[in-house]
């Protein structure tokens, strides 16, 4: 089946600690890969994606994920995170041809100054 | 430029009532896609439009219906409301299918 796994419900860290957050897929085919990240009560806003090239990808804020299809993953990263990262983070694909995200469970995120 | 707008932000209905979302897409941008977000959960897909054509259903029951109007706008109509349709709506456009998906601060809805 075609799905999204983030293995961390919760991840805590300090103000200045490095981040990464998990993210596998099972899909037949190169997904698009996508993290989103949404604050409390607020929709969801686009943190970086992969289409493909590059397997390393850099986004808004500070975030870069690296595509790995060797381990279908699309791990988050961040070298410092601030107190304004926390929040929840999902991980998405497109299946069924692109007519449809596919969403991870999401990582809660909180930041301990 | 403006992202996506949706309309109402919160709203309230008790079961066996009918509620209409309403979204905006970012101008120019010609796909609009719905999902809903329960509690806890990741977004679940239920609709995408394409130029005023359905091309794509979530596992949702009939009570779910959507369009989109000729100027790429969309409602998502909901019929028979259960205390389960109780979620956040979220609406995502894109300017085709394949594309990038941006969404909306989307529509809380609360059914008692």
């Known amino acids: 089946a075609q799905s999204v796994t983030q293995p961390d419900i919760h991840i805590t860290v300090s103000e200045g600690a490095s981040l990464e957050l998990r993210c596998n897929y099972s899909?037949?085919?190169?997904?698009?890969l996508f993290w989103y990240v949404q604050s409390p009560g607020q929709g969801l806003q686009l943190l970086l994606k992969?289409?493909?090239?590059?397997?390393l990808v850099q986004g808004i804020k500070g975030f870069e994920a690296e595509f790995k299809r060797s381990q279908s993953s699309f791990n988050l990263r961040k070298p410092s995170v601030h107190w304004s990262d926390a929040a929840e983070y999902f991980c998405a694909f497109f299946t069924g041809g692109g007519n449809k995200l596919t969403f991870g469970t999401g990582t809660q995120l909180k930041v301990e100054l | 430029d403006a992202g996506v707008t949706q309309s109402p932000t919160h709203l309230i209905k008790t079961r066996g009532q009918h509620v209409t979302l309403r979204c905006s897409p970012i101008?120019?941008?010609?796909?609009v896609s719905w999902y809903q977000q329960v509690l806890g959960q990741g977004p679940q897909f239920i609709f995408q439009?394409?130029?005023?054509?359905?091309?794509g259903r979530g596992n949702f029951p009939d009570r779910f219906s959507a369009r989109q109007f000729p100027n790429y706008s969309s409602e998502l109509n909901v019929n028979a409301l259960l205390l389960g349709d109780s979620a956040l709506y979220l609406c995502?456009?894109?300017?085709?299918?394949?594309?990038?998906?941006?969404f909306g601060p989307g529509t809380r809805l609360l059914v008692l």
């Open positions: 995502a456009s894109s300017l085709a299918l394949g594309e990038t998906q941006y």
């Open positions: 101008s120019g941008h010609k796909s």
């Open positions: 439009y394409y130029e005023k054509e359905e091309r």
């Open positions: 992969y289409f493909s090239g590059d397997t």
């Open positions: 899909y037949g085919a190169t997904p698009y």
